[in-house]
């Protein structure tokens, strides 16, 4: 599930949620005041500041086959 960020045009009040995509532009209320907030470009697309695609390995996922010798859960 995708990150967004959404900013509060009030009191500028910033949070950021874990939404499904069908519902990036849902309206959020602001935690703190109550008005509705509206969408920053999602962490993924800025590709600036956040840490997640920093790094060009990748571990592979977690999953069958992904043990290897001195594991331990194989025989
Ligand atoms: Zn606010």
């Given at each position: 599930?995708?990150?967004?960020?959404?900013?509060?045009d009030?009191?500028?009040?910033?949070?950021?949620?874990?939404?499904?995509?069908?519902?990036?532009?849902?309206?959020?209320?602001?935690?703190?005041?109550?008005?509705?907030?509206?969408?920053?470009?999602?962490?993924?697309?800025?590709?600036?500041?956040?840490?997640?695609?920093?790094?060009?390995?990748?571990?592979?996922?977690?999953?069958?086959?992904?043990?290897?010798?001195?594991?331990?859960?194989?025989?």
């Open positions: 599930m995708p990150i967004y960020e959404y900013a509060c009030k009191c500028d009040h910033r949070a950021e949620m874990l939404r499904p995509m069908a519902e990036a532009d849902k309206p959020v209320a602001c935690e703190s005041c109550g008005e509705p907030m509206h969408r920053l470009q999602s962490v993924f697309a800025a590709g600036g500041g956040a840490s997640l695609n920093i790094r060009g390995d990748q571990s592979p996922p977690p999953g069958p086959g992904g043990c290897g010798p001195g594991c331990g859960c194989m025989p």
